[in-house]
């Protein structure tokens, strides 16, 4: 998957598309999904042209990769996540059902979750 300048999360990086921001900093941009599989439901996206965690870990530079993880625990404990508890999951590609060629890490919690994957 090649990166595409043109999708929503760069449009929402570029102030071109609105969000519902609950942090920001140097290194990543964390905001509300619009469409929320949870009572909290917030995706993280690092500030910059990477597809996937193979491509940012490759390419990204070391303060980046470390702003960003710090970022996602950052919005975490600002959300009050830590207890009891809450969950961080990344898509890569198309059988992980990536839908925006951006990465970005969703955070989920608020309520008991349940099994990961489904057999």
Same mark, same amino acid.
């Given at each position: 998957m090649t990166y595409d300048s043109e999708n929503i %999360? $760069?449009?929402?990086?570029?102030?071109?598309i @609105?969000?519902?921001? /609950?942090?920001e900093d140097d %290194? $990543?941009?964390?905001?509300?999904?619009?469409? @929320?599989q949870a009572p /909290?439901?917030?995706?993280?996206?690092?500030?910059?042209d990477y597809v996937s965690m193979a491509d940012f870990t490759a390419s990204a530079p070391a303060d980046l990769i470390v702003g960003f993880f710090r970022?996602?625990?950052h919005v975490a404990r600002e959300q009050e996540l830590e207890q009891p508890g809450y969950r961080i999951l990344g898509n890569a590609g198309d059988d992980a059902h990536q839908e925006v060629?951006?990465?970005?890490?969703?955070?989920?919690?608020?309520?008991?979750?349940?099994p990961m994957l489904m057999r």
């Open positions: %999360f $760069a449009k929402i990086l570029r102030g071109e @609105p969000c519902n921001k /609950v942090y %290194f $990543a941009l964390a905001f509300h999904d619009i469409n @929320p /909290v439901h917030i995706l993280v996206i690092p500030k910059g970022a996602v625990g060629p951006h990465l970005h890490i969703h955070i989920f919690g608020g309520k008991k979750l349940g």
